[in-house]
Nanobody
């Protein structure tokens, strides 16, 4: 089993930055890809970014491309999401997730492990 725990959320003004972190425990060395999703009030959960184990493959949602950067530290079993130039529409609960298979998916249905989420609020 794998446990994921997010940290780093908070309140920030539009144009500001936040850095989210996700720590994996349990069988963390079995994880291939790790990703981030978000869910705003009244909306469905949506893909944000994903990174392969080597870091050689990364994918971003069009809405965050050029503003967010995903990275990981396999020695520490962590994945980070650097969020710059934040907009009010980025306000959501952000979830760390990982698939059980050796894939790098953008589809949430392919993810087996999920964190509890961390709130990000961007004020205008």
């Amino acid at each position: 089993q794998v446990q994921l725990e997010e940290s780093g959320g908070g309140l920030v003004q539009a144009g500001g930055s936040l850095r989210l972190s996700c720590a994996a425990s349990g069988r963390a060395d079995s994880l291939y890809a790790m990703g981030w999703f978000r869910q705003a009030p009244g909306k469905e959960r949506e893909f944000v970014a994903v990174i392969s184990r080597s870091g050689g493959s990364t994918y971003y949602a069009d809405s965050v491309k050029g503003r967010f950067t995903i990275s990981r530290d396999n020695a520490k079993d962590t994945v980070n999401l650097q969020m710059d130039s934040l907009k009010p529409e980025d306000t959501a609960v952000y979830y760390c997730a990982a698939p059980a298979a050796r894939v790098v998916p953008t589809n949430s249905q392919l993810y087996s492990y999920w964190g509890q989420g961390t709130q990000v609020t961007v004020s205008s």
